[in-house]
């Protein structure tokens, strides 16, 4: 029974250094050149960035007053960023001709611009929320 709890251990160790070391190395940035590349690193950077701006989002919303038409404002600021994200289609579908792209799982020049900008916009977001926050914190 006592060498049951030591794997057991040992598992949840081993899990919790997964969970640690998952960050995505952003040095995949110094290394673009491969569209599919490209795209995998500009995603994974874009869910940390999402994930992090999600957190950010409710600690601000939490100091917020209910009935404060400043919470109103922000949660309309984040719908706005999400409907912004649309527009990086314009720098994925300009190198095609207007056209989406060709074939689905297959990724061209183009893709890896789209998930760039969805990351550069994501990021900007990020930042603006940190901003906002540390200004709040500040006080």
């Given amino acids: 029974m006592q060498s049951t709890s030591k ?3 040992l598992a949840l160790l081993l899990l919790a250094s997964t969970a640690t070391f998952a960050k995505v190395d952003e040095s995949c940035l110094k290394q673009l050149g491969g569209t599919s590349y490209d ?3 500009f995603e994974a950077l874009t ?5 992090d ?3 950010t989002y409710e600690e601000i919303r939490k100091t917020i007053p209910q009935g ?8 309309a600021y984040m719908k706005a960023e999400d409907d912004a994200e649309r527009f990086c ?4 579908e300009t ?20 998930a760039e900008c969805v990351y550069d916009q994501r990021k ?12 709040h914190n500040a006080q």
């Avoid at 289609?89 to 994925?92: A, G, M, V």
């Avoid at 799982?105 to 789209?114: I, L, P, T, V």
């Fill in 47 to 51: 869910k940390e960035v999402a994930a």
């Fill in 68 to 75: 404060n038409k400043n919470r109103d404002l922000l949660d």
């Fill in 53 to 55: 701006t999600k957190a």
């Fill in 7 to 9: 794997w057991g251990g």
């Fill in 89 to 92: 289609r314009l720098e994925k």
């Fill in 124 to 135: 900007l977001q990020n930042k603006r929320l940190h901003e906002i926050l540390n200004e």
């Fill in 95 to 114: 190198g095609t001709g207007w056209l989406s792209s060709p074939t689905l799982g297959h990724y061209n020049m183009w893709d890896s611009a789209y």
């Fill in 39 to 41: 795209v995998a690193c």
